[in-house]
């Protein structure tokens, strides 16, 4: 795990830098600044979910990674729905906030970039979880060790580099 976690860490670097080419456009438009820190957050916590869920269900015996499961589509299904809840409302309490610290964007361009990158992520965030899921599992690593800090850290760096692809796209 160690050169795993090194590589990953290496790699948050990156995030970083992509972060800071984007700085006239978050100093720009400092409501955003506030949707950065929650994305990446919560783009971890979806591949923490996924791969908690499918980690626990392999331990079970009830997961089969076939995509017609029962089990595999649920928990797939669930991380979705949560993702659009969670981003709907983020984007809500994004544009109070905006609106509270006088830099208010408009609530349809908060929503876009909120649910588009978010869910993108989620989308991100499931496949990570399942492949992270099956390849420990195949290569007979215990998923509960594995998972969890390889999709965190992977979802930390694709969250910043989705959440400004939007933002470019969007702006």
Not at 15 to 34: D, K, Q
Not at 62 to 75: E, G, Q, V, Y
Request: proline residues 5%.
């Amino acid at each position: 795990m160690a050169p795993l976690l090194l590589v990953l860490s290496l790699l948050e670097m990156g995030s970083g830098i992509v972060l800071e080419s984007f700085e006239e456009t978050y100093l720009a438009n400092p409501t955003l600044l506030v949707l950065v820190p929650v994305m990446i957050g919560m783009g971890g916590n979806l591949g923490a979910i996924v791969a908690a869920r499918l980690s626990t269900q392999l331990h079970l015996g009830t997961l089969s990674f076939d995509p017609r499961t029962p089990a595999l589509r649920a928990s797939i299904l669930a991380v979705l729905g949560l993702a659009v809840t969670v981003f709907s409302v983020l984007g809500v309490v994004v544009y109070a906030i905006g609106h509270a610290m006088g830099s208010p964007m408009a609530l349809a361009t908060l929503m876009t970039i909120s649910l588009v990158s978010g869910l993108s992520l989620a989308v991100v965030a499931i496949v990570l979880g399942v492949l992270v899921t099956y390849v420990s599992y195949r290569r007979g690593y215990d998923p509960d060790d594995v998972t969890i800090p390889v999709v965190t850290n992977a979802c930390d760096i694709l969250g910043v580099v989705i959440f400004s692809a939007v933002v470019l796209v969007v702006l």
